[in-house]
């Protein structure tokens, strides 16, 4: 069967969700240490002798995370390789160019998935250090600013408690900084460099395959709500391996002794993932190429546009924002009114899906706090 980033997509939300339910429970650990005594006039010192110990509980939240986070990579890497391994059997197995190709020797894995695991454990690594930092920041600033807005008469101290904390829960943890210069939130930082990394080990996986069974040309499918970046490749063969750059080529038919065709490479599967191709979200996917034999894919039906795509995800990330800001209310109205906005946006993404086709991610909504 063909192979996609797709494919192992589950895997990157799997882990992403550790990272969002350490962000829910660190807003849970921050709200009680500045419900506690809050009435109290002696609170503002109260709050400074308890900064060691909120620290001390954030940080085991992190070192739990680290620890969970390190062996999921591995093994959501370790899936990923071998589901991109089990689509290049079955697809060979298809194809029915001999039992020999399609019973090819698996591929060793370890040294692979171990390079890719490691590459995105140190790509992550920061993000730990960013969540104490900046969570203890917030922290000393909503002890700050509630301290003052009372002598101003502004609000109540737990008003502006609460005021405070919502700035933090609206946004998350944020401030990561991809390659390309964009700025993300934790999950979705986290969650964007499993995608690449898992679609990574699972395409791998079915390149080489494909290779160890002598198969050195692939195709990239068409794709419905395609984004700009790899449009150009649709439908394009490609090398599996080797120079950048299009050219004619002539091979011998797969199936017919003696047959040449023209065969147009577009390029090669390095050059075409550097320019955009398998992108995080990308929904294309790879098939091997037999000279000859293999027929463009048709275009699937659309479900939508790409914008429509990218409308749901900031439904979605609507959605996981106000239930942050639920779980970080000081007050059973505050929370009430934060929920109501959840559904809201609930609706939205209801009436999204009706209108346009698109499958409803109900995973991509939900916090996960089981931890």
């Not at 709500?225 to 090398?239: N, T």
């Not at 023209?262 to 320019?275: F, H, Q």
């Not at 946006?345 to 995973?363: C, M, S």
Request: aromatic fraction near 4%; include cysteine.
């Amino acid at each position: 069967m063909p192979v996609s980033p797709t494919l192992a997509e589950d895997l990157a939300a799997a882990i992403a969700d550790l990272y969002e339910a350490a962000q829910g429970t660190i807003i849970q650990r921050i709200r009680d240490a500045l419900a506690a005594d809050i009435e109290s006039p002696l609170w503002l010192e109260l709050k400074a002798r308890s900064i060691g110990d909120l620290q001390a509980a954030i940080e085991a939240v992190i070192t739990a995370l680290r620890l969970d986070a390190s062996g999921a990579i591995h093994r959501a890497v370790a899936e990923a390789y071998d589901r991109g391994q089990q689509a290049a059997v079955a697809e060979l197995g298809a194809l029915t160019i001999g039992q020999a190709a399609a019973a090819a020797s698996a591929v060793p894995a370890a040294a692979a998935v171990d390079r890719l695991a490691n590459a995105l454990i140190a790509d992550t690594g920061p993000v730990h250090l960013r969540i104490l930092r900046q969570t203890m920041d917030v922290y000393r600033e909503v002890v700050a600013h509630a301290s003052s807005a009372p002598l101003l008469g502004v609000q109540t101290r737990r008003q502006a408690a609460q005021t405070a904390l919502d700035r933090f829960t609206a946004r998350g943890v944020t401030g990561f900084i991809d390659r390309a210069g964009r700025s993300w939130d934790m999950r979705s930082y986290v969650e964007m460099a499993t995608r690449s990394v898992v679609g990574q080990a699972a395409v791998n996986a079915h390149t080489d395959r494909l290779g160890a069974a002598g198969v050195e040309l692939v195709m990239v499918s068409e794709a419905p709500e395609e984004c700009p970046l790899c449009r150009r490749w649709e439908g394009k063969i490609l090398a599996r391996d080797g120079a950048p750059g299009a050219r004619e080529v002539r091979l011998e038919h797969a199936t017919e002794d003696g047959r040449m065709v023209t065969v147009d490479i577009a390029g090669s599967l390095p050059e075409a993932r550097a320019d955009g191709l398998f992108h995080p979200n990308c929904r294309h996917d790879l098939r091997a190429y037999l000279p000859g034999l293999t027929k463009r894919p048709p275009k699937p039906a659309g479900r939508g546009t790409y914008e429509d795509t990218q409308r749901q995800r900031y439904y979605e990330r609507q959605i996981r924002r106000w239930k942050r800001e639920a779980d970080g209310a000081m007050d059973e109205q505050k929370a009430a009114t934060a929920l109501a906005k959840v559904r809201r946006y609930q609706e939205r993404i209801r009436e999204l899906v009706a209108e346009t086709g698109l499958p409803r991610k109900r995973h991509r909504e939900q916090l996960n706090d089981s931890r």
